[in-house]
């Protein structure tokens, strides 16, 4: 809800987990128009999303994943990752597959959009699909049944225990929000490390409007508690445009390319030296 204050306009929206309305940083209205100039909410990194702990109940975790994996397809979530992937496999022979790294990987639904992709373009694609959860990397394989090329493993996405440049394409999907910056910035540095062609974060990005549709869809489109808690958590947990950037540089990373994408996306796009 808006409320005017003298020439502030303040953003009173109900919390992820209550419905109490939380405070927002105000938002200046803009010189010479009529249209806020929207803010940032402050970051909420400490919250804990509820698909990070383990005791999940079998039947409303795989809920939940399905709410994310339609959220996925109908809202970007793969799209952003396939709108950067062809520049980077371009630098690859077509003589051989091309071998890609998921971390954090979800459900499996992006790696499978991926094998879609890959099918209607003619390349061959050998993935390595990891997560640190048992649970969510077994609702991955059963996304990728059949599909060919696939290995699965545990992995720590902060501390992957491969050798450097192990792998073409190193991906990270609508997950580094769910690292501190600390650790977002293991993360990173890892992504840098394993690619020998480059690597592609895709992630939401913070912002009061974003915070808005995730609440709304929340309430509208389920009524799953992992998802009605996490969806509208996971963009005040979200990082900026510019605070990636600052990640990025903290990881030693200096060339990688952030860009914006609709419906509050973003991404870093990493390419190898010399590549």
Known sequence: MLAREGRRIVWNLPDFAT?????????????????????PFAHRIEAEELLDRVDHEPRELAANLRDIRLVNRLAGGSATTLRHLPGLISAIPTSRPVEI???????????????????????????TVTDTSTAILDTARQTLAGAADVAFALYDARA??????????????????????PDATLVLREMDRLARVGFIVNDIRR??????????????ATT?????????????????????????ADAGITT????????????????????
């Open 19 to 39: 419905g109490v309305p939380v405070a927002a940083q105000p938002v200046q209205q803009r010189a010479g128009s009529g249209w806020p100039s929207l803010r």
């Open 101 to 127: 790294l998921d971390l954090a990987t979800g459900s499996g639904d992006i790696p499978l959009a991926l094998l879609v992709w890959a099918r209607r373009h003619a390349r061959q694609l050998r993935l």
């Open 160 to 181: 992957v225990p491969l050798p450097d440049r192990a792998f073409d394409i190193v991906l990270c999907s609508l997950a580094l929000h769910h690292f501190s910056p």
């Open 207 to 220: 912002s009061p409007m974003g915070y808005i549709a995730a609440w709304t869809t929340s309430r509208i």
């Open 224 to 248: 799953n508690r992992l998802t009605r808690h996490d969806m509208p958590l996971s963009v005040l947990r979200a990082y900026t445009p510019a605070e990636l950037r600052g990640l990025l």
């Open 256 to 275: 990688a390319i952030v860009t914006t994408h609709p419906l509050f996306r973003m991404a870093a796009v990493g390419r190898t030296p010399g590549v």
